[in-house]
T-cell receptor, first 117, second 115 residues
Framework: GAVVSQHPSWVICKSGTSVKIECRSLDFQATTMFWYRQFPKQSLMLMATSNEGSKATYEQGVEKDKFLINHASLTLSTLTVTSAHPEDSSFYIC?????????????FGSGTRLTVV | AQSVTQLDSQVPVFEEAPVELRCNYSSSVSVYLFWYVQYPNQGLQLLLKYLSGSTLVKGINGFEAEFNKSQTSFHLRKPSVHISDTAEYFCAVTYSGGGNTPLVFGKGTRLSVIA
């Protein structure tokens, strides 16, 4: 089945530094990648949608200069949290969609727990 | 735009008892519906999905859900739960017309199975 590998699983960084999160589709081509953020005991909130080779589309209220998304290939998308602050601490999850087919799947990464100290 | 309401934030149930987790959606267009399970500090695992066809959908781990268009519901059921079913469950919806539409999630239901 479709697998998305997300790294790192958890990261602790100092305030003011940047953190990069990677999501790789291992056995399919991810034409679209969605990035979500999840606060403790809350639902997943969509941050942005990225298509391979084009700029990401950000949801209202999400700072595009702070959350840099790159989707340079059909198997790799990255989210970089720039100048991280404690309020950016959260669980970040990517979701990849393959070219539309019979299974119409959304495959999720295992998530990244970011703690900014 | 689509939206999802999960009516119960927490559902405690005894082991081997049946359970129903409720989900209602709102949309002006036709949709696809999904149920996911999330264990602590992990990503989401697909339980089942409704795309078209039979309104009763069977998924993994003994779960099933029924799509009811007139009531705009997609409730998740399991006839007999196990301790290992303790987790967070999310109902999600997306536009069925194709394109790069994301999943929209409900707020989740915490299922706690009591021994």
């Amino acid at each position: 089945g479709a697998v998305v590998s997300q790294h790192p699983s958890w990261v602790i960084c100092k305030s003011g530094t940047s953190v990069k999160i990677e999501c790789r589709s291992l056995d399919f081509q991810a034409t679209t990648m969605f990035w979500y953020r999840q606060f403790p005991k809350q639902s997943l909130m969509l941050m942005a949608t990225s298509n391979e080779g084009s700029k990401a589309t950000y949801e209202q209220g999400v700072e595009k200069d702070k959350f840099l998304i790159n989707h340079a290939s059909l198997t790799l998308s990255t989210l970089t949290v720039t100048s991280a602050h404690p309020e950016d601490s959260s669980f970040y999850i990517c979701s990849a969609r393959a070219r539309q087919g019979r299974n119409y799947g959304y495959t999720f990464g295992s998530g990244t727990r970011l703690t900014v100290v | 735009a689509q939206s999802v309401t999960q009516l119960d934030s927490q559902v405690p149930v005894f082991e081997e008892a049946p359970v129903e987790l409720r989900c209602n959606y709102s949309s002006s267009v036709s949709v696809y519906l999904f149920w996911y399970v999330q264990y602590p500090n992990q990503g989401l695992q697909l339980l089942l999905k409704y795309l078209s066809g039979s309104t009763l959908v069977k998924g993994i781990n003994g779960f099933e859900a029924e799509f009811n268009k007139s009531q705009t519901s997609f409730h998740l059921r399991k006839p007999s739960v196990h301790i290992s079913d303790t987790a967070e469950y999310f109902c999600a919806v997306t536009y069925s017309g194709g394109g790069n539409t994301p999943l929209v999630f409900g707020k989740g239901t915490r299922l706690s199975v009591i021994a």
